[in-house]
């Protein structure tokens, strides 16, 4: 009899957490080996970078799934439930299912277990649950975004007929190194011979340490700004218009229903990626603008209730919060803007707040369920050093934090995202954004 989808998370919770890493991919080849090896039985996109990847990875799949391919989609982490990890045609499995998956799986795991130094890593179990689902799908092609880094990133024993690289920046400073050039060696391990690669404009020694390994590897390497980019973007109401020149022909009047210009650039790679798989050849324009025009991204920039509006958005380190920032003041205008922010404490939160600080008319400092969350009181020694005593409030418990920021928001005049009126950004943490998402109502997606 297969356990409950409650015992399954408890089992894969008491496996080695996320964060901490192994750097070897012999545990998770062994499992793949005694599955059949599934991550060979598709073609596969996969997806690397500091932000974005999730985002874009929903772009791809749903590109793929207008040109009627059958996708399975593994992203990490999840907001709100495991489940959201391993989709497949653009849904996540139902709990039946992924407690079908986990058990199919089981026996294989214990066999690893049992041979090995350590046991399956959390990450490396449903990596294997993810692969194995998708083969049983059977799925058209596979779009698979790294948990961390790259090259033993347990997703690397697949091997990607198109890598797509979003733009690198310091994050996971303790685990991948603290300068983009460093972390970038990890993340181009997943460039693989005979590959296309798809790469966002970068910095200069980060783009030099991905051309070198594209050339080392014999992959075609394909750069935002030469290859293909973003023509041109204005902010439209619940979204934005783009014009994006793909690697075969530019698309011009596409609504993307997301907020931000980096939601704008993601959308190019997205395009670039599936016309990369295709072998080069041109969506039609009405195809892709019906693809874009469906798009979701929960948990980035989304706006999940009104008067005063609600955003929550999933940046969780410095490089995320400024586009975060940016797309805010491009989008909304909000006064005052009341933040909410809970973060993790091994992120550069200091920084993130420096980046809050200008935009935010006051922040209430929380934290979320975890063990990793900095404490609410530790947080708001940091942001009164930053924010001024007068403009920072402490809650320990999330939806305290909400109810709080609602109110300071209502302050504002009038009750939309209209100009001089209040608004309210929780962020700081993956995390953090998923359980608000949960107490404001929003569906597992």
Not at 32 to 37: E, N, P, T, V
Not at 57 to 79: E, K, N, Q, V, Y
Request: charged fraction near 20%; glycine fraction near 8%.
């Amino acid at each position: 009899m297969n356990p409950s989808y409650a015992e399954v998370e408890q089992l894969l919770l008491g496996r080695w957490p996320e964060t901490r890493l192994d750097p070897s991919l012999d545990r998770i080849a062994a499992i793949c080996r005694l599955l059949g090896d599934p991550q060979k039985a598709y073609p596969v996109v996969h997806l690397t970078g500091t932000n974005g990847k999730t985002s874009t990875s929903r772009m791809i799949d749903t590109l793929l799934r207008a040109l009627d391919l059958r996708t399975g989609r593994f992203t990490s982490p999840h907001l709100q439930s495991m489940t959201e990890r391993i989709c497949i045609d653009g849904a996540p499995l139902s709990e039946p299912l992924f407690v079908e998956a986990f058990a199919d799986v089981a026996a294989y795991a214990q066999i690893v277990d049992d041979s090995s130094e350590h046991p399956l890593s959390y990450f490396e179990m449903i990596v294997a649950m993810a692969f194995a689902a998708f083969a049983d799908a059977p799925i058209d092609v596979a779009v698979v975004e790294v948990g961390m880094g790259g090259s033993w990133d347990a997703t690397n024993v697949a091997d990607g007929q198109v890598a797509v690289i979003t733009p690198i920046g310091v994050d996971h400073a303790a685990y991948l190194g603290d300068r983009p050039e460093i972390i970038a060696v990890e993340k181009a391990g997943i460039i693989k011979p005979g590959s296309h690669v798809i790469i966002a404009d970068q910095s200069p020694e980060v783009m030099d340490v991905l051309i070198q390994r594209a050339l080392e590897v014999g992959s075609i390497a394909l750069r935002e700004g030469v290859d293909f980019g973003v023509n041109d973007r204005v902010t439209a109401l619940g979204g934005q218009q783009v014009s994006l020149q793909g690697l075969a022909g530019a698309y011009d009047e596409i609504f993307l229903p997301l907020h931000g210009a980096h939601q704008a650039h993601n959308a190019a790679y997205a395009l670039a990626a599936v016309e990369a798989f295709t072998g080069g050849s041109k969506p039609t324009p009405d195809l892709v603008r019906s693809a874009f025009s469906q798009v979701t991204s929960p948990g980035r920039l989304e706006v999940v209730r009104r008067s005063p509006t609600v955003l929550l958005d999933a940046a969780h380190n410095p490089h995320g919060a400024e586009a975060t920032i940016q797309a805010v003041q491009d989008a909304f205008s909000f006064s005052p803007l009341i933040g909410v922010v809970g973060a993790m404490a091994d992120k550069d939160v200091e920084e993130m707040l420096r980046v809050f600080e200008p935009v935010m008319a006051e922040i209430v400092c929380t934290q979320n369920s975890t063990p990793r969350s900095m404490p609410a009181a530790e947080l708001a020694e940091l942001a009164r050093d930053i924010f001024g005593d007068e403009r920072v409030s402490v809650a320990d418990r999330l939806d305290d934090a909400l109810e709080r920021a609602v109110a300071m928001a209502d302050g504002g005049e009038g009750g939309d995202d209209s100009i001089g009126s209040g608004g309210v950004l929780v962020t700081g943490s993956v995390v953090t954004v998923g359980e608000a998402r949960t107490l404001l109502g929003g569906a597992v997606t």
